[in-house]
C-alpha cells in the first residue's frame, strides 16, 4: 500500500447549524494517514452524537483536489464514535491523539485501501454496525485490507 507521507492535505469545516458561517479550514499536514486519522477524529467527536445522530459540525477532507468525507451506517458511525471516544467521552479536543489509537489506525488503513479502490466509508461503517465488538470489527477491518 502507497504511503502518500508526502502529499499534502486539508480539513475543513461547516457550521451547519449557521449556514450564514462561511467555511473554514480546520487543519492541515502532510500525509494522507495523518489528515485521515483528524478526519475521523473530528468527524466522530463533533459531527456524531453520542447517541449516533448528526450533529451540526461538518468535516471534510481536501487532498489531491477530491473531498474526502466520512458517509455511511448510522449504527455504525455510532458504534465507532463509543469505541474510539469510550474512554473520553467528555473530551474537549476532537484530536486524534484522544482517540483509541490503534482502532484509529487500523480505520484510517482500510480508508486508504478503499480510496485505493475509489470506493467509499460506507463499508467501514458496515463493518462497524454488524460487528460485534471493536475486536470483531479490528479482525473485519484486516479481512478488507488484505483481500
Known amino acids: ?3 502518500y507521507s508526502t502529499e499534502k492535505w486539508e480539513i475543513w469545516y461547516q457550521d451547519t447549524f449557521d449556514r450564514q458561517t462561511p467555511f473554514s479550514m480546520d487543519a492541515y499536514g502532510s500525509g494522507l494517514a495523518k489528515g485521515l486519522a483528524e478526519l475521523w477524529a473530528r468527524h466522530l467527536f463533533e459531527s456524531v452524537t453520542v447517541d ?5 459540525s461538518r468535516f471534510w477532507l481536501r487532498w489531491r483536489d477530491e473531498n474526502i468525507f466520512i458517509l455511511g451506517d448510522r449504527e455504525g458511525i455510532k458504534r465507532l464514535r463509543e469505541w474510539l ?3 473520553r467521552e467528555y473530551s474537549k479536543s476532537s ?4 482517540t483509541t ?6 480505520i484510517v ?6 480510496i485505493e479502490q475509489a470506493k467509499t466509508t460506507e463499508h467501514i ?3 462497524a454496525a454488524e460487528a460485534d465488538d471493536p475486536i470483531d470489527f479490528e479482525a ?5 485490507i488484505n483481500h
Open 1 to 3: 500500500m502507497p504511503v
Open 52 to 56: 449516533g445522530q448528526e450533529g451540526f
Open 85 to 87: 471516544y469510550s474512554h
Open 95 to 98: 484530536s486524534a491523539l484522544d
Open 101 to 106: 489509537p490503534a482502532l484509529l489506525n487500523i
Open 109 to 114: 488503513r482500510a480508508h486508504i485501501h478503499l
Open 125 to 127: 461503517l458496515n463493518l
Open 140 to 144: 473485519r477491518l484486516d479481512t478488507l
